[in-house]
C-alpha cells in the first residue's frame, strides 16, 4: 500500500479518503519497515519508556541532533551507543514521550514532534529518510530536544 506522507498541509491519500491538496506530498511504500508512522511512533515510545538506547538507535535518522549538554550531533549508530542512557532518557524525556497520542500526530515544518507536555519540550522529532536498506523513504528520529 502507498500512502502519501505531507511536507506541510499537503494532500493525504489513502485506499479511503483523499483530502484538499496545498502542496506535493511524499509517497511513501507503507510495505517496508519504518513507514507506517503510529508503528514508528509506538516503538519509539516502547524503546524510550524501556529506556532501551540500542532499540532507540535503530529508529535513527544519521547524522542526529541530541541536545545533550551544549547539544551535538551524533553521525553513527556507533557513536549513539556511546551516550549515556541517564542522559538520554531523562524522567521528562520519559513522561512527555510517553503522554504522545499516536492517533494525533501531524507534520510541522520542524517534522513530526513527539511530545506529550504543552510547551512541547522535551522531544523526539520525526522525520523522512531519503532512503531506507530497502531502498525506500521511512520515517526515523532527526532529532532529541530536551
Given at each position: 500500500m502507498v500512502t502519501s506522507v505531507p511536507d506541510t498541509s499537503s494532500e493525504i491519500t489513502t485506499e479511503e479518503s483523499t483530502q484538499t491538496e496545498t502542496?506535493?506530498?511524499?509517497?511513501?511504500?507503507?510495505?517496508?519497515?519504518?513507514?507506517?508512522?503510529a508503528v514508528v511512533a509506538q516503538d519509539i515510545k516502547d524503546a524510550v519508556a524501556g529506556k532501551d538506547l540500542e532499540a532507540l538507535s535503530k529508529l535513527v535518522i544519521y547524522p542526529v541532533y541530541v541536545g545533550i549538554g551544549d547539544g551535538m550531533e551524533i553521525a553513527s549508530e556507533d557513536d549513539f551507543m556511546k551516550l549515556n542512557p541517564d542522559d538520554v532518557f531523562t524522567d521528562e524525556m520519559v513522561a512527555a514521550i510517553a503522554s504522545v497520542n499516536n492517533a494525533f500526530l501531524s507534520q510541522t515544518n520542524a517534522g513530526i514532534i513527539l511530545s506529550g507536555t504543552e510547551?512541547?519540550?522535551?522531544?523526539?522529532?520525526?522525520?523522512?529518510?531519503?532512503s531506507n536498506a530497502n531502498g525506500s523513504n521511512a520515517y526515523g528520529i532527526t532529532g532529541i530536544n530536551y
Amino acid at each position: 500500500m502507498v500512502t502519501s506522507v505531507p511536507d506541510t498541509s499537503s494532500e493525504i491519500t489513502t485506499e479511503e479518503s483523499t483530502q484538499t491538496e496545498t502542496t506535493p506530498a511524499l509517497e511513501i511504500d507503507t510495505a517496508d519497515a519504518n513507514t507506517d508512522l503510529a508503528v514508528v511512533a509506538q516503538d519509539i515510545k516502547d524503546a524510550v519508556a524501556g529506556k532501551d538506547l540500542e532499540a532507540l538507535s535503530k529508529l535513527v535518522i544519521y547524522p542526529v541532533y541530541v541536545g545533550i549538554g551544549d547539544g551535538m550531533e551524533i553521525a553513527s549508530e556507533d557513536d549513539f551507543m556511546k551516550l549515556n542512557p541517564d542522559d538520554v532518557f531523562t524522567d521528562e524525556m520519559v513522561a512527555a514521550i510517553a503522554s504522545v497520542n499516536n492517533a494525533f500526530l501531524s507534520q510541522t515544518n520542524a517534522g513530526i514532534i513527539l511530545s506529550g507536555t504543552e510547551n512541547a519540550k522535551p522531544n523526539i522529532i520525526l522525520g523522512v529518510s531519503d532512503s531506507n536498506a530497502n531502498g525506500s523513504n521511512a520515517y526515523g528520529i532527526t532529532g532529541i530536544n530536551y
